[in-house]
């Protein structure tokens, strides 16, 4: 594949890196700035000090990690008084500075924009620094990819294009550095599954990047979408049948996951390339970070496959509710628009990242920022755990999690949650015949544990709980 050459302006890097409070339906964004109090999903590392950190590299970590919280001022203001704060102390702690940096921006899925902002506003004062940023990001993306650490790695990809449109990275390195990473959907003798993973991460960095690379290279974007449209076009779904949970489309599809996040982009790419969820704060900023120099990415080589690699495995996408399902006045995200799927991503990450503690989890779940106050966040949440628990060929976590989450989601709003909840089980029960048997065996499991909890009292319009039961295993052959 032919790659343009990359633009002039920046640092040529000659390095090559070789493989080795939100309510249901409420609360929206609102303000953010540092003095807040919620903290990276993941979890906590050790810092590179040789004895306890001081008190000013506290102070660092503090700011730097609470950035993004809610607050009276504006969240430009906020970012250019922490970046001010930030370049009077980078000559002294410019390493930790870049550590925290690197870990916030790499572990927070929901303020990434943030702090790509805050990266280039430090830029346009200290290239330098700015460079040694790019390359911490290229280095952490190469050893994920060393580790087998896909989920993470689809992470650090967003940040990178994101860096874009911070100008902090040139858009012809970003579309080279792309184009690499799509030349893997076309090796040979190598699992489908390494190429979906190549071409599902770059696919999903288009949220980020589609509306201004759009406006700076649209020839570029449009080659990049064909290449994995190609891919997507020729790559075998055999899969599918045997990963859907609910077997019939009727009244909901149920998608292969790179088709369902291809059919988004492409409503985005309809809508002119604008979402209404991703905070982008240096649109604001635009003055002063235009100042800055850009920097090119360094080289990096995808690893070669070897024989006992995983890859993440395909799934089929699990829908339950429409917005006829929701409450009059809410708006569910359709589930071919890209709001949807960035809201559904983030919150896979949030239960990976914090499922040990569910209570905390939880709440996390249910507070999580919308840019819209009327979504009903209860509703996605429910889905999301839902179709986690009954994933094929098996639940990402331990299946015992999910329930004990449950459990912590209702008692944290219990107003909501348990009518969410109710109406889930009556969908579910209604295509109770068209449910494969493995997914219907965990739902039985995971609602006797439910019930177990709330002394077995149920409300079935009328029927008791035998009743349901008996009728359930005539309508799905299963002895009673």
């Known amino acids: 594949m032919q790659s343009d ?60 990690t609470r950035l993004g919280e809610r607050s009276n001022a504006s969240l430009d203001n906020n970012i250019k008084n922490l970046a001010r704060v930030l370049n009077g102390d980078i000559a002294n702690f410019k390493e930790t500075i870049l550590a925290i940096l690197l870990k916030c921006s790499t572990t927070m899925p929901e303020k990434i924009s943030i702090y790509t902002t805050l990266a280039g506003l430090l830029n346009v004062e200290n290239y330098a620094f700015g460079g040694e940023f790019v390359d911490g990001l290229a280095r952490k993306f190469r050893d994920l990819l060393n580790t087998g650490s896909y989920s993470q790695a689809e992470l650090v990809l967003r940040v990178i294009a994101d860096c874009a449109n911070s100008n902090m990275i040139s858009f012809s390195s970003l579309i080279m550095f792309m184009e690499i990473l799509l030349e893997v959907t076309y090796d040979k003798n190598i699992p489908q599954t390494r190429s979906d993973w190549y071409a599902y991460a770059v696919l999903s960095c288009m ?28 790559r075998k779904k055999i899969h599918v049948a045997a990963l859907r949970i609910i077997k019939s489309d009727d009244p909901l599809p149920q ?16 809508r002119q390339w604008r979402e209404k969820h991703i905070l982008r704060p240096y649109t604001a900023l635009e003055h002063v970070i235009s ?54 991503d983030d919150l896979y990450r949030l239960i990976e990242q914090r499922h040990e503690d569910r209570r905390n989890c939880a709440v996390l779940l249910l507070n999580y920022p919308t840019s819209q106050t009327n979504i009903p966040l209860d509703y996605i949440v429910t889905e999301v755990m839902l179709g986690q628990l009954m994933q094929l060929p098996k639940s990402p976590l331990k299946e015992i999690m999910y329930g004990a989450t449950i459990l912590e989601l209702c008692k944290v709003r219990q107003d909501v949650m348990l009518q969410t909840l109710a109406l889930a089980v009556s969908l579910l029960y209604e295509r109770v015949e068209h449910l494969n048997v493995s997914c219907l065996h965990r739902l039985a499991s995971w609602f006797a544990y439910h019930l177990s909890n709330y002394e077995f009292r149920w409300t079935w319009e009328g029927k008791d709980l035998g009743c349901v039961l008996r009728e359930t295993s005539v309508r799905c052959s299963i002895p009673y």
């Open 207 to 234: 949220p980020w990047i589609g509306e201004r690379m759009n406006a700076t290279k649209p020839e570029e974007l449009r080659k990049l979408l064909e290449e994995i449209l190609s891919y997507i076009t020729r």
């Open 5 to 64: 050459r990359m633009e002039n302006s920046g640092r040529a890097r000659e390095s090559r890196f070789d493989p080795g409070p939100q309510q249901r339906g409420g609360g929206g964004r609102g303000h953010y700035n540092q003095y807040g109090g919620r903290r990276s999903y993941g979890n906590e590392e050790e810092g590179d000090h040789d004895g306890a950190p001081s008190d000013i590299e506290k102070r660092l970590e503090s700011l730097i």
């Open 255 to 270: 998608e292969d996951y790179l088709d369902s996040l291809w059919t988004q982009v492409e409503d985005l790419k309809n």
């Open 291 to 344: 100042k800055g120099q850009t920097h090119n990415l360094p080289q990096i080589i995808p690893p070669s496959h070897e024989e006992g690699n995983q890859y993440p495995l395909p799934r089929v996408i699990f829908r339950l509710f429409d917005f006829t399902d929701c409450p009059e006045g809410s708006a569910l995200p359709p589930m071919n628009s890209i709001e949807r799927f960035l809201i559904e």
